[in-house]
């Protein structure tokens, strides 16, 4: 009897085959992507994220120190009393203050703010009786007819659009949670004028982007400091895999920490592979943290050579951070100015300007830097480069005649004065006496400050 012909699988096993198949479990969710920065993601991140807080909360005192100075002033720039009162008191029942707080966290956070005034007759005269807060997120999201505008500038807050047609900054506002609109007819948008029109750049916007990251980072740190006791683990397959064991495997790469225990199939092992925990997501996370600090410290442009910033008692670090908060408040008090000015133009001062002043960061350091040298000499505790250093930061100012005569004279005798002070030798006396081309432009009340302690110095 003829034997029979091999079967294809017969075939395979004898003249020898190869498994298929990937033997290995994933886990998912690890891989990290940059996620798309929505104006909901921002007000998330704006408000529930503690590195950023943190620099919203140290800036905010910065740019509000306190209630701003508000008086009306006439053509000579002299202030208007009564009318100062009235205006002041205005701005106070309405809130403007806590309203400029308001719009600078809005620009911030979005990129603009948008306001509602009202205004109101009463008691003979026109006044303003509200200025309402539309919040920024309201504005999130963009008109139904896509042929009146083109891509919105600003993502985080695309219900303020630029009409295209009309020529026209439009403002839309998602009234509730079905996601009804309205469009504003009396609004008025707060925004830095040195951002792209009309709803501005949020100052936060990449810094959101870094955020992202530092979540992410957080997470891998976080799963790190969960394996503590359990490090990772690569079961390895040393049988046929079924579906029973790939289900076993796929439940155990996802739930596998210090916490979890597991009992262990046949068919499974578990090799050394050699693979040690390291500080790689700590450190990540500290540098992204550390980026932060960076952008929202306008110091950080003066380096040293090391590369480290310098102090903030640095007079250019100081001055560079001052600089800063200054723009800021005046392009903020300047757009507040025009919600009063109505009030006074309505009711027939139209030669009279309402002037908002926010209280500014200290740049003249004369009075303290005069106490300083004045101390310093009287007890003989200053260094060379103390009263160089000291005498360059002086704030100087216009001199009248009278004046520079007396420091004239007053200067005369500096040298003995000076002479081995703090180990000076004579020439270097000299040289220090020559403190007066710093000083030469001093205020008025500096110089005199000066003049009794050099008297005082030289008895």
Sequence with gaps: MAESEPTPEETRVTRGTKAEGEVSFQSSGNAYAAPKITPETARNYFEQNIHL???IVNLLPQVFPGAPDIYVEDRD?????DLSRWIARTAESVGVYPSMKASWIDTMSHGCSVK????????GRYEIDEIRDLPAISFRQPPRDPGMFTSPPNPLMPGIIWDTKEKRVRAYQTVDG?????????????????TPSPAGRAYCLPAYHVIGAIDHANKAADQQVHR????????????????DLKTWGDNFVRNWGKDTGFVIPPGVAFPDVKIRENQTAADRLKLLVSWLGVYFNPTTVLQSGAGTVIG??????????NNFIGGTQA??????????????????????NVRIQLKRPELDRSTVIVEQLRVGIEGRALTRDDIRRNLSELDLGELTDEV???????????PALFENLAGFTRKEGRRVSAAERKIIAANEASLRAIERILERGGE
């Design 178 to 194: 079905s996601l009804t609109m309205q469009e504003l007819r009396n609004f008025a948008i707060i925004r830095d004028p040195s």
């Design 116 to 123: 509602s005034a009202g205004y109101v007759f009463r008691n």
């Design 312 to 321: 903030a008692s640095d007079s250019g670090a100081m001055r560079v951070w």
């Design 331 to 352: 392009w903020i008090e300047e757009q507040y100015e025009a919600f009063l000015q109505p009030i006074l133009t309505a009711n027939g001062y139209d030669d009279l």
């Design 53 to 55: 807080a943190t620099q």
């Design 228 to 243: 503590v006791g359990a490090p990772l683990i690569f079961p390895q397959i040393t049988e046929t895999i079924t579906a």
């Design 77 to 81: 720039l002299e202030r208007v009393d």
């Design 404 to 414: 520079r005569a007396e420091l004239d004279a007053t200067y005369a005798a500096a």
